[in-house]
């Protein structure tokens, strides 16, 4: 059964850090580029960052360049993102999945809020 798991959000105020988790299964996941999405209130769901199957690459997105960087443990079927000097504009579900054109259901994100 392909499922996408995500993990690690909550409150947070103005400067801090979270780190969330992607669990994937019931697919081959080294073989894929594995994605962080978000979709904040109002707003269509946008890419923040990928990272190619191997991890050897990874793309972030300008809005968040030198502040979020991702990572995978194929082993583990794992992702991961890290997020430092969290602004409130960052404030949105998070969503792993695969690349645009290779989307899986999507799972049920996990919230972010940045606030003080």
């Known amino acids: 059964q392909v499922q996408l798991v995500e993990s690690g959000g909550g409150l947070v105020q103005p400067g801090g850090s979270l780190r969330l988790s992607c669990a994937a299964s019931?697919?081959?996941?080294?073989?894929?580029?594995m994605n962080w999405y978000r979709q904040a209130p109002g707003k269509e769901r946008e890419l923040v960052a990928g990272?190619?199957?191997?991890?050897?690459?990874?793309n972030i997105a300008d809005s968040v360049k030198g502040r979020f960087t991702v990572s995978r443990d194929n082993a583990w079927k794992m992702m991961y993102l890290q997020m430092n000097s969290l602004k409130p504009e960052d404030t949105a579900v998070y969503y792993c999945?695969?690349?645009?054109?290779?989307?899986?259901?999507w799972g049920q994100g996990t919230q972010v809020t940045v606030s003080s």
């Open positions: 999945n695969r690349d645009r054109g290779l989307l899986l259901p």
């Open positions: 019931g697919f081959i996941f080294s073989n894929y580029v």
């Open positions: 990272i190619a199957n191997s991890g050897s690459i990874t």
